[in-house]
């Protein structure tokens, strides 16, 4: 038996990060399916479980890198974006953030100092906001 398992898994592609997030959508699927018994949930689950199963047996592990490759660069992308909305945030309490008309570069400058005029550090150009 083990012989035989060592075989079929042989020359495979396996799990990686996008066949481990789409056992967790199957997980989470299965368990609204258990309170809502719906036969198009059932189909949603059954297409994951064929395509996570298709994905682990394949050979062609060039496009199965690149799949992963894809799913985690907008993975980090989603992730570079939630980092910048917190800090953001943070900074909000003390700053404004302007975005300069010609750069489009985001700007901070003191909350409460009245109108200002504000001079791009990248492209050098000014012009006046309300703090």
Same mark, same amino acid.
């Given at each position: 038996?083990?012989?035989?398992?060592?075989?079929?898994?042989?020359?495979?592609?396996?799990? /990686? #990060?996008?066949?481990?997030?789409? =056992?967790?959508?199957?997980? @989470?699927?299965?368990?609204?399916?258990?309170?809502?018994? *719906?036969?198009?949930?059932?189909?949603?689950?059954?297409?994951?479980?064929?395509?996570? +199963?298709? $994905?682990?047996? *394949?050979? /062609? @592990?060039?496009?199965?890198?690149?799949? =992963?490759?894809?799913?985690?660069?907008? +993975?980090?992308?989603?992730?570079?974006? #939630? =980092?910048?909305?917190?800090? /953001?945030?943070?900074? $909000?309490?003390?700053?404004?953030?302007?975005?300069?008309?010609?750069?489009?570069?985001?700007?901070? @400058?003191?909350?409460?100092?009245?109108?200002? #005029? @504000?001079?791009?550090?990248?492209?050098?150009?000014?012009?006046?906001? $309300? *703090?």
């Amino acid at each position: 038996m083990k012989n035989f398992l060592n075989r079929l898994f042989m020359n495979r592609y396996g799990m /990686d #990060k996008l066949g481990r997030f789409i =056992n967790i959508i199957i997980i @989470v699927l299965l368990s609204i399916n258990l309170f809502i018994k *719906s036969r198009l949930l059932n189909g949603i689950i059954l297409f994951f479980i064929i395509f996570m +199963l298709i $994905r682990i047996f *394949s050979k /062609d @592990v060039v496009s199965r890198e690149r799949e =992963n490759t894809y799913y985690c660069t907008q +993975l980090w992308k989603l992730r570079r974006w #939630k =980092n910048t909305m917190l800090s /953001d945030i943070k900074i $909000r309490k003390n700053y404004k953030l302007f975005l300069c008309p010609i750069c489009s570069k985001k700007m901070k @400058v003191p909350k409460g100092k009245g109108k200002i #005029k @504000v001079t791009c550090p990248h492209c050098g150009h000014s012009f006046e906001k $309300r *703090s």
